[in-house]
């Protein structure tokens, strides 16, 4: 483990004797890590950081100035519990960026997965859970208990209602204001947002194949265009496609919309 005299932590960053950092972590001037901090391999932390325990954040991570890591959350009944935030690999959070910590009320714990990217000024509140390979767009903003599953891309300025669960591989426009689930591969838009059809450039880029697209497009169809009932949708859905690994993930993110989804 390091110490601050280690030579890739600069002499003007402030590093608690108690934050473990793996040997080759580097700590620009100006940034305080705090105690209770774990730092794994790799990782590169700007000048003017700041990371605050419990957290624990993997490798090859990187974390610009500006950013506020691992505070205790902004929700009034939190009382100093010792919640924490755990960020895995190959994540770049950009500048100016917030991410809290969780409360005893839900898991406790504010989980940000791998390769994902946090643009500038995004803010994660407390007890939100990202998976992998997510896209926060410029000043994208999640409440709290907010999940945002693999590949999703929430464009600037989006804003989301606590609670909310943003599908696989779904999208949501600049500006949208998102109040209800985000059903998997679904585009959406406006204020409120409203669905606009499947994600189908996304889902090409990612390697979905021609005839998988085809039958995307007619769950999506099943629905938004058949005047059906959420579970009447995810029963069709179970029936008529069966055969398609790829509609488990749609089913499931209709099954778990206890907010509703957006229409």
């Known amino acids: ?3 601050r005299e280690w030579t ?17 972590v580097t700590v620009g001037p100006w940034s305080y890590i705090g105690p209770g901090v774990e730092i794994g391999e790799g990782t590169e932390i700007m000048s003017h950081v700041v990371i605050k325990g419990p957290t624990v954040i993997g490798r090859n991570n990187r974390i610009f100035q500006f950013s506020s890591v691992g505070e205790e959350c902004q929700d009034k009944k ?7 935030l755990v960020i895995g690999d190959n994540n770049i959070i950009r500048e100016n960026c917030t991410v809290h910590r969780g409360t005893v009320q ?3 714990e504010t989980r940000i997965g791998n390769g994902n990217l946090l643009m500038a000024y995004v ?7 990202l998976g992998d390979n997510v896209i926060l767009a410029n000043c ?8 945002v599953d693999d590949y999703a891309i929430l464009g600037g300025g989006t804003m989301v209602h606590q609670f909310c669960h943003i599908g696989a591989h779904s999208m949501a426009a600049g500006g949208s204001i998102v109040l209800k689930d985000i059903p998997a591969y679904v585009m959406a838009s406006g204020q409120s947002a409203e669905p606009h059809g499947m994600n189908v450039e996304g889902l090409k880029r990612r390697g979905f194949g021609k005839e998988i697209l085809v039958s ?10 058949q005047g059906l009932t959420t579970e009447q949708a995810i029963n069709t859905l179970a029936t008529d496609f069966a055969d398609l690994p790829e509609i488990t993930p749609l089913i499931e993110s209709l099954r778990r919309a206890d907010r509703g989804i957006i229409r």
Do not use: F, W
């Open 1 to 3: 483990m390091a110490t």
């Open 216 to 225: 995307l497009r007619r769950a999506y169809k099943v629905i938004y265009r």
């Open 123 to 129: 803010h994660v509140a407390h007890d939100c859970v």
């Open 140 to 147: 994208t903003t999640l409440a709290g208990h907010v999940t």
């Open 8 to 24: 890739g932590v600069h002499p003007q960053a402030i590093v608690d004797a108690s934050a473990k950092l793996a040997d080759n």
């Open 106 to 108: 839900d898991q406790g």
């Open 78 to 84: 939190y009382a100093g519990e010792p919640t924490r």
